[in-house]
């Protein structure tokens, strides 16, 4: 199994500040022939499920707003929020789709300083 | 608008049986592989099962295997994950989740509670 691994574990930042969340597998997702990262990130608020933001490692979900960014390759990936807002205080999870089992990062919660 | 509507969650003793549903609206449901994902209390996410658009590939992660069965009905444009031995550790909200790689849509959830 791919074993996702995020950090940090939690993370505050003043607002209109950036946030950077790593994540890393524990092997590579990059696929080869079409060289696409088999790599998303979701944002969970209280209470609510889960909600994409970014797949293929770097590719904005619609709607999902440009302050929101993902990077990396292979195996390390970095989702950046720009300028943090309020409503963006939640936990954010990586997830491989590569192979099966699907696995996910354990989770990274951002506040307000 | 997409809508994943989850169903049949609720308290169970360990061992027992139960069947959840999830009724899909808004997209061409015959047309996306479909998963389960759950998240036990104050935890992360752990997807639980697919299955493609016929149904004839299905996948599971290690600790379900040979207790849950992930199944769909095309027709009723609802995916279903019956669930037998339960146990204490796989409480937890049940979502079910639109795609075979990234999840771009997801349900509310169904509250699985596995006690005595």
């Known amino acids: 199994d791919i074993v996702m691994t995020q950090s940090p574990d939690s993370l505050t930042v003043s607002l209109g500040e950036r946030a950077t969340i790593n994540c890393k597998s524990s092997?590579?997702?990059?696929?080869?022939?079409?060289?696409?990262?088999?790599l998303a990130w979701y944002q969970q608020k209280p209470g609510q499920p889960p909600k994409l933001l970014i797949y293929w490692a770097s590719t904005r979900e619609s709607g999902v707003p440009d302050r929101f960014s993902g990077s990396g390759s292979g195996t390390d990936f970095t989702l950046t929020i720009s300028s943090l807002q309020a409503e963006d205080v939640a936990v954010y999870y990586c997830?491989?789709?590569?192979?099966?089992?699907?696995?996910f990062g354990g989770g990274t919660k951002v506040e307000i300083k | 608008e997409v809508q994943l509507v989850e169903s049949g969650g609720g308290l169970v003793q360990p061992g027992g049986s139960l069947r959840l549903s999830c009724a899909a609206s808004?997209?061409?449901?015959?047309?996306?592989?479909m998963s389960w994902v759950r998240q036990a209390p104050g935890k992360g996410l752990e997807w639980v099962a697919n299955l493609k658009e016929d149904g004839s590939e299905i996948y599971y992660v290690d600790s379900v295997k040979g207790r849950f069965t992930i199944s769909r009905d095309n027709a009723k444009k609802s995916v279903y994950l019956q669930m037998n031995s339960l146990r204490a550790e796989d409480t937890a909200v049940y979502y079910c989740?639109?795609?075979?790689?990234?999840?771009?849509?997801w349900g509310q959830g169904t509250l699985v509670t596995v006690s005595s």
């Open positions: 808004g997209f061409t449901f015959s047309d996306y592989w």
């Open positions: 997830h491989q789709f590569y192979n099966t089992p699907r696995t």
């Open positions: 989740a639109r795609g075979v790689y990234h999840f771009d849509n």
């Open positions: 092997q590579s997702v990059l696929y080869s022939s079409n060289n696409k990262n088999y």
